[in-house]
């Protein structure tokens, strides 16, 4: 071969070099072989064949010389260590192990989780929704993923999760009715049933996997017969849309005709009565006093009587509220100034919320009641225990007590002397105890009805209510774990003299002294 052609040879090197280099980076961003680097290791391979091409003789010298004997030793040491690495990591890979080193194990699931993840019967998937563009729900989602991560790992490949922002995917997101530019919802899904969670918590996230493993669908019945909301019905005074959104979480949902069976089934996990517009009657009462004084629940969505049939006729109901739970349906209707042109007339927002398992994850949220009244809870029944739920806006809003004026469709004015003003309670949640018997009394029906159940926090606090009426929110209670206290005592004054002598002088010191020692002994022996 020429030698001008000869000295063109280690371009081939340099091409075969860059296009290595190239390869690598393309496969650590992307981490597939794509089409930039098919052409990347081919440009090696030219690379390599142009050397061999332009300088064979030298190539064959390479190859077959002392260096290359060296060499091939050297690469084969090379190929065996890279071997014995690569097998490591796959066997590894197969086999993970995990090790929690904190003393009170905080980076472990409890024993309960564990043991449900590894009771899942058939594959279940979670899908997290979390905004990217949110930056403070960053951490929340890097807190779920962590807690989803772990579910993985213990379910033998039978829990999977996926993360997805709304705000990308807004056809996920529709589908899983979440409001498009929120996140911080999980979606756990087993076959055709589903939990919702609005927090990523294992107390949270072992619960859904509870109720999703259970065998047995919690029941609750909707009480007909007095004209209330039905939840078969889709035209006029209708909760399909509650009844889908309660079936999809795994309820089974029925009518009560107690009138006629006379019996309350031993199936009912709870009871609604969803707006009569005529009174109960007083043998429907005793059976379901008797229902909730043996551990039942009962959700009471309750009309302002000047918007019912009542006609001044008693209602036993209002009356076993008042006497068994403490709980007082007041003769008002709820008025909110703010909202009075935007949202038409007698329509309140719920401005505040309590701290209780039925609001915790509509903080935040707004709920809009069409016509409420103001439910009042009182401590003077033994064993109940009563959170007064929502509250209207402090500025604006009054109790309504000029019932004549409603009727004849006058233009409301509060009146201090007789008006209860701002800060008026929507809701109350009650608890027995000694019978663990519970009870959800809302002022307002309507704010469940279809066209008004998606309005931002109106159905979740409906479904809420059911829920832990029925003690669905937590079916299992987590083994709590008390955090290691520890405490870092500042060193005394003389303590941190000390680290400052032995640290900063003695031995930096130490290691001059013996380079002085070293150099001056070579510099007499040379």
Not at 488 to 494: A, D, F, S
């Amino acid at each position: 071969m020429d030698k001008k052609w000869r000295r063109l040879a280690p371009i081939g090197l340099i091409i075969a070099l860059v296009a290595a280099l190239v390869s690598i980076g393309l496969y650590i961003v992307f981490r597939e072989i794509n089409l930039y680097l098919q052409i990347s290791l081919s440009l090696i391979i030219f690379g390599l064949a142009l050397y061999v091409i332009l300088d064979p003789q030298k190539a064959k010298q390479v190859l077959t010389g002392r260096q290359a004997r060296y060499g091939s030793n050297v690469l084969v040491l090379s190929l065996a260590f890279f071997g014995i690495l690569a097998v490591i990591n796959f066997v590894v890979f197969k086999n993970p192990q995990r090790w929690d080193l904190t003393e009170d194990k905080q980076r472990t699931l409890s024993p309960e989780s564990i043991e449900a993840v590894k009771r899942i019967p058939q594959p279940v998937k979670a899908i997290a929704f979390y905004a990217k563009s949110d930056v403070s729900s960053q951490s929340a989602q890097d807190s779920a993923v962590k807690l989803l991560d772990d579910y993985k790992y213990y379910s033998n490949g039978k829990f999977d999760y996926e993360v997805i922002d709304p705000n990308e995917d807004p056809a996920a997101a529709k589908a899983a009715n979440v409001r498009i530019g929120s996140g911080g919802t999980i979606i756990v899904q087993m076959g055709d049933r589903q939990e919702r969670l609005a927090y990523a918590n294992e107390e949270e996230m072992t619960g859904a996997l509870v109720r999703l493993i259970s065998q047995k669908k919690p029941t609750v019945y909707f009480l007909t017969g007095h004209d209330e909301y039905s939840p078969t019905g889709t035209q006029g005074r209708s909760y399909s849309d509650a009844k889908q959104v309660l079936e999809r979480k795994g309820y089974t949902v029925k009518e009560l005709p107690l009138l006629a069976d006379k019996a309350i089934p031993s199936d009912a996990d709870g009871i609604v009565v969803a707006g009569p517009l005529k009174p109960i009657t007083e043998d429907e009462m005793a059976l379901l006093s008797d229902y909730v004084k043996n551990g039942g629940s009962l959700v009471a969505l309750m009309e302002p009587e000047v918007f019912t049939n009542y006609n001044g006729a008693a209602d036993p109901l209002a009356k076993y509220l008042s006497e068994n739970w403490g709980i007082q349906l007041a003769q008002d209707v709820v008025i909110d100034g703010t909202t009075w042109q935007q949202l038409g007339a007698y329509t309140t927002v719920g401005y505040r919320y309590a701290n209780h398992p039925i609001t915790e994850d509509v903080q935040g949220l707004q709920s809009a009641f069409i016509t409420a009244r103001s439910i009042q809870a009182t401590d003077t029944i033994s064993d109940v225990v009563s959170t007064s739920l929502i509250f209207t806006n402090p500025q604006g809003s009054w109790a309504e007590t000029d019932m004549e004026g409603i009727k004849n469709q006058e233009t409301p004015q509060p009146n201090p002397e007789v008006d209860q003003i701002g800060n008026i309670p929507l809701a109350v949640a009650s608890e027995n105890s000694a019978t663990k018997s519970r009870v959800v009394v809302i002022g307002d029906p309507d704010f469940a009805g279809n066209g008004n159940f998606d309005f931002l926090g109106n159905g979740d606090l409906f479904v809420n209510s059911i829920d832990w009426a029925s003690q669905q929110e937590n079916t299992i209670n987590i083994t709590p774990r008390t955090p290691t206290q520890r405490f870092m005592l500042p060193p005394t004054q003389v303590k941190l003299g000390l680290i400052i002598l032995v640290s900063c002088l003695i031995i930096p010191g130490t290691f001059l002294a013996i380079g002085i020692v070293v150099a001056v002994q070579r510099r007499r022996r040379g």
